[in-house]
């Protein structure tokens, strides 16, 4: 193995987790800014998300296919992370409706598949450096990126009701700025420049071949959107939930997504052991399963306190939507990981697109149970097309093929 002069797995560690606190300061809050804060209709702020998810479709796809024919794979994450900075920056140093539009329609697009490069990346290094550990290490570290939602959300509650909510971008932009600079360290050393080999296309086969999806991979990656959108909506409509029919506070906000990651965390190490008893197919579409139990009962609720009871369900389905996921999309496309893993950005950004539509159709008039309700039928439809989509895979784990 290649001698290395820095700690690539502690820097590694150190950018998941503060990758997860540019999502854990901001996306409970999200809604409360642009909706309640800022004023914009909900139709207004859902037409903003979806246009950045609109945006974000066509720039993770061409990272992707980029970050399999550039010799460094560190200077996408680099230049993502900056692109973190600005847009969060600017809502913290300008609030107002223009400058989260422009954040969040044009910039965070790009910034936004940081997260996917840097998965993107850590696959490649180990796959290179410790390929019996591949798995492992991409699995331990989606869960750092966890721990920063047990501990951020709740200080961000408090510090969004106790100074201002914007604090929570400023938050967001610092740890966009570390990842940027763990990235530009690991630059200096010349071992941390990893890349895949490309697939070989044989003889007589179309140029078309070597993207070619595995089969039920469709129908998964349909299923995955429909139930991580289905999420999304639940998140754009809890906090408003909350604050409106729950009688909830900002804080409370906070503690429900630190709970829920709280939950999320050991639910992990639970889902990696699940991973060799049953299929990634089943665990998935078993998530949606529960999500939907965890919506649907959520809409009927009168207090907080039942809220954070169910939470229970959240973090067990959250754990398999977002963990399971990553492994069984990078195995999307046979050697190519960089443009596999941009379909996680992919499925991220159409479930974004779902859940901002469904956002902004269901919350107009301020019903955020339907809302709610709605997402909980969502997760079902997406579980089906899942499960129906893989029968052959249902079960115990089979050998993925070309």
Not at 49 to 57: L, R
Not at 358 to 363: D, H, W
């Amino acid at each position: 193995m290649t001698q290395r002069r820095i700690p690539v797995t502690a820097l590694l560690g150190t950018n998941m987790f503060f990758s997860g606190v540019t999502y854990a300061a901001t996306m409970p809050y999200a809604s409360l800014v642009g909706v309640d804060t800022l004023g914009m209709s909900p139709g207004l702020f859902a037409t903003i998300m979806s246009a950045g998810a609109i945006v974000g479709t066509f720039v993770s796809l061409g990272l992707g296919y980029l970050s399999d024919k550039l010799r460094d794979r560190r200077l996408l994450v680099l230049i993502t992370a900056l692109a973190g900075i600005l847009a969060h920056g600017l809502i913290y140093i300008a609030p107002s409706q223009a400058s989260f539009a422009i954040a969040m329609g044009l910039i965070m697009p790009l910034a936004g598949a940081s997260y996917g490069q840097s998965f993107g990346y850590l696959r490649v290094y180990y796959l290179k450096h410790r390929p019996d550990k591949a798995d492992f290490m991409v699995t331990s570290l989606r869960t750092v990126f966890t721990l920063a939602w047990i501990i951020v959300p709740p200080l961000a509650g408090w510090v969004a009701a106790e100074f201002s909510i914007f604090n929570v971008y400023l938050a967001s932009s610092l740890s966009y700025a570390v990842m940027a600079g763990v990235f530009a360290l690991l630059m200096t050393d010349a071992s941390t420049a990893v890349q895949m080999p490309a697939p070989v296309r044989e003889k007589g086969a179309s140029l078309l071949s070597v993207f070619a999806l595995r089969p039920g991979i469709l129908a998964g990656l349909l299923g995955l959107i429909v139930m991580v959108g289905a999420m999304r909506l639940l998140t754009l409509s809890v906090s408003l939930f909350i604050v409106t029919d729950l009688g909830g506070t900002v804080t409370d906000v906070g503690f429900y997504a630190g709970i829920t990651a709280a939950v999320e965390a050991p639910c992990m190490m639970l889902l990696a052991y699940l991973t060799t008893r049953l299929s990634k197919e089943t665990l998935l579409a078993a998530a949606g399963l529960v999500m939907a139990v965890f919506m649907g009962l959520s809409s009927v609720l009168t207090n907080m306190t039942a809220l954070y009871w169910l939470l229970l369900l959240n973090g067990l389905g959250t754990a398999a939507l977002m963990s399971v996921n990553i492994p069984y999309i990078q195995d999307a496309i046979k050697g190519r990981v960089g443009l596999s893993t941009s379909l996680m950005d992919i499925v991220a950004i159409a479930a974004n697109l779902l859940g901002a539509a469904g956002f902004g159709i269901l919350a107009g008039g301020g019903n955020y149970r339907l809302a709610l309700g709605v997402a909980a039928g969502l997760s079902v439809v997406g579980a089906a097309i899942m499960a129906f989509g893989n029968l052959s895979r249902l079960g115990r784990p089979k050998p993925v093929t070309a």
